[in-house]
C-alpha cells in the first residue's frame, strides 16, 4: 500500500526555535499534502492543505506565518513551525493523497515539545 | 460549517462483546469515512461508504451508510484486543476550492477488556 513517510517522529527543543518537519510520499505521486495538528484527547485537526507548486491553504485561525508550509515537489512538503512555544507543542501529522477521488495516507507523527 | 457529530466518545467493552459507533452529520454527505488510529500511532483508512443505504464489511467489521446519506455507524462483532484504538467517522468538504479536505469527528475510543 501507499506509505507516507515523516521525520522526525519527535523533538525536543528550547522556546524560540524554529523547527522544520517533513512528509514524503514514498511509492506514488502526492498532488496534495495535508498538516493536521493533534493535542492529547483531541481528534485531528487539519491546518492547511498544500498543492505541488502553489501556497499553501490554510484553515481559520491557523497562522501562516507562524506554520510555515512549502510543497516543492509531488514528493515531498515541509512544515516549519517558526519560534516555536510551548503552547505549540503537540501530534504533528501530515497525510498525502494523489487524486482527489483516493483516500489520504498518513504519516506516522512528529511529537513537538517546547520546553 | 460542515461537521461531523459521533458518539460515543468512550466505549470499554469485554472481549468477545460487540462494539457500534454512530456518526450524524447535519448536511447530506457525498460520501464518509472511516479511519483507526491505534495509540500513539497515526491514522489508517478503513472504508469509504459512497451510495445511499450502503453497508460493506470487512471480516468482523460492519460499515452503514444511512439511506439520506447523513449518518453512518460501524459495527465491530465479537471485539479482541488488537481492536483497541480511536475509530473516527470522516467528511470530505465538498464546497468551494476546498474539495477534498477531510473532517474528523471526534471519535471513539474502544478499549476491550480481555
Known amino acids: 500500500g501507499a506509505v507516507v513517510s515523516q521525520h522526525p517522529s519527535w523533538v525536543i527543543c528550547k522556546s524560540g526555535t524554529s523547527v522544520k518537519i517533513e512528509c514524503r510520499s514514498l511509492?506514488?505521486?502526492?498532488?496534495?499534502m495535508f498538516w493536521y495538528r493533534q493535542f492529547p484527547k483531541q481528534s485531528l485537526m487539519l491546518m492547511a492543505t498544500?498543492?505541488?507548486?502553489?501556497?499553501?491553504?490554510?484553515e481559520q485561525g491557523v497562522e501562516k506565518d507562524k506554520f510555515l508550509i512549502n510543497h516543492a515537489s509531488l514528493t515531498l512538503s515541509t512544515l516549519t513551525v517558526t519560534s516555536a512555544h510551548p503552547e505549540d507543542s503537540s501530534f504533528y501529522i501530515c497525510?498525502?493523497?494523489?487524486?482527489?477521488?483516493?483516500?489520504?495516507?498518513f504519516g506516522d507523527g512528529t511529537r513537538l515539545s517546547i520546553l | 460549517g460542515q461537521q461531523v457529530m459521533q458518539i460515543p466518545q468512550y466505549q470499554h467493552v469485554q472481549e468477545g462483546e460487540d462494539f457500534t459507533t454512530y456518526c450524524n452529520s447535519s448536511?447530506?454527505?457525498?460520501?464518509i469515512q472511516w479511519y483507526k488510529q491505534r495509540p500513539g500511532g497515526h491514522p489508517v483508512f478503513l472504508i469509504q461508504?459512497?451510495?445511499?443505504?450502503e453497508v460493506k464489511k470487512q471480516k468482523r467489521l460492519t460499515f452503514q451508510f444511512g439511506e439520506a446519506k447523513k449518518n453512518s455507524s460501524l459495527h465491530i462483532t465479537a471485539t479482541q484486543t488488537t481492536d483497541v484504538g480511536t475509530y473516527f467517522c470522516?467528511?470530505?468538504?465538498?464546497?468551494?476550492?476546498?474539495?477534498?479536505?477531510?473532517?474528523f469527528g471526534k471519535g471513539t475510543k474502544l478499549s476491550v477488556k480481555p
Open positions: 497525510s498525502a493523497r494523489g487524486r482527489i477521488q483516493q483516500p489520504q495516507h
Open positions: 511509492d506514488f505521486q502526492a498532488t496534495t
Open positions: 498544500s498543492n505541488e507548486g502553489s501556497k499553501a491553504t490554510y
Open positions: 448536511t447530506t454527505l457525498s460520501n
Open positions: 461508504l459512497v451510495k445511499s443505504g
Open positions: 470522516v467528511l470530505e468538504r465538498d464546497y468551494g476550492g476546498s474539495q477534498g479536505n477531510l473532517i
